[in-house]
């Protein structure tokens, strides 16, 4: 059973008055209610993208209708299912979301664990490249520093920089433990340094507690040239958090991602609810975005 892989551009998505609407309407109600809090509409964009994801995965690949579909959310707030299992015997499927800089993305499998995390390559929020480097010393290793600073062209290096925290922050996913976990403890080893837009590439190593991890694969993917994605796939968390669960190997070709069109996020898609036009009239008087992250590339 193959996995998936979907991205989805929010970035330059600007919903039609009907496309916001059906969105509204295909999803549970107090995830409507959440999306209609964020302050700027690149957020709320990015959130309905994410569920519209899960919801499409999950009908797709599970077999449970769209509208009979029940998505809660855990004690770290990580969407999980909570429709029963239809066949006990079939592999239970793993996703993760996320959503940053122009793109929301889906990462599932069946048989495993999985974490995803999309980064897009932007210029610190106040200060230098430096500056941000120093302030952030504690969250990675000596080795990956020095393979951050290798790079020469500061640009270079902040790309190198989100490549790792991309890959540290999917094995985090993948392993559920949130922000108590010591990033320290994973190290990675990435090879080759250059990766074309394209390719998958799943050459990269990581090694826990000072030990290479044989049981986790990851996949590196640049989605464009500023946005990067890392999905973690394994059979088990660290020591102390293991599962127990049969490890499997991921596919021998690893999946690329597909980006989809609004028609193909919501194919399938079964309203929930009534359409509700005070919903995009809310939308319509929210700003984009902070003004400092619509001035980036």
């Keep these: 059973m193959e996995g998936v892989r979907w991205a989805f551009r929010c970035g330059s998505w600007s919903p039609t008055r009907a496309e916001w609407l059906l969105a509204a309407r295909c999803v549970q109600r107090e995830e409507k209610e959440r999306i209609g809090q964020f302050v700027f509409a690149k957020d709320a964009k990015s959130a309905m993208a994410g569920r519209l994801l899960i919801r499409k995965l999950v009908s797709e690949k599970m077999g449970i209708v769209w509208d009979q579909i029940q998505l809660e959310r855990t004690a770290r707030g990580k969407p999980i299912v909570a429709n029963p299992i239809a066949d006990a015997g079939q592999p239970r499927w793993s996703f993760n979301v996320s959503h940053q800089g122009d ?165 399938g898609a079964l309203p929930l609810s009534e359409e509700d036009p005070a919903y995009w009239e809310s939308f319509k008087k929210k700003q984009e975005a902070p003004k400092r992250q619509r001035d980036q590339p």
């Design 103 to 267: 793109y929301a993305v889906l990462a599932a499998e069946p048989g495993l664990h999985v974490g995803a995390d999309v980064m897009k390559t932007t210029a610190p929020g106040t200060g230098s490249i430096p500056e941000f480097f120093r302030l952030m010393t504690r969250q990675f290793t000596e080795h990956e520093w020095k393979t951050i600073r290798a790079r020469g062209a500061e640009w270079e290096q902040l790309h190198m920089f989100y490549r790792h925290w991309a890959l540290k922050e999917s094995f985090i996913k993948a392993i559920g433990t949130g922000l108590g976990f010591d990033l320290q403890r994973v190290e990675f080893h990435i090879s080759p340094v250059q990766i074309l837009e394209g390719q998958v590439n799943t050459e990269t190593r990581m090694h826990l507690d000072g030990e290479e991890e044989e049981d986790w694969t990851f996949e590196e993917c640049p989605l464009d040239q500023h946005h990067h994605v890392a999905v973690a796939l394994g059979g088990r968390g660290p020591a102390g958090e293991r599962e127990h669960r049969q490890p499997r190997l991921p596919a021998s070709v690893p999946l690329k991602f597909t980006v989809l069109s609004f028609s193909e996020l919501v194919s």
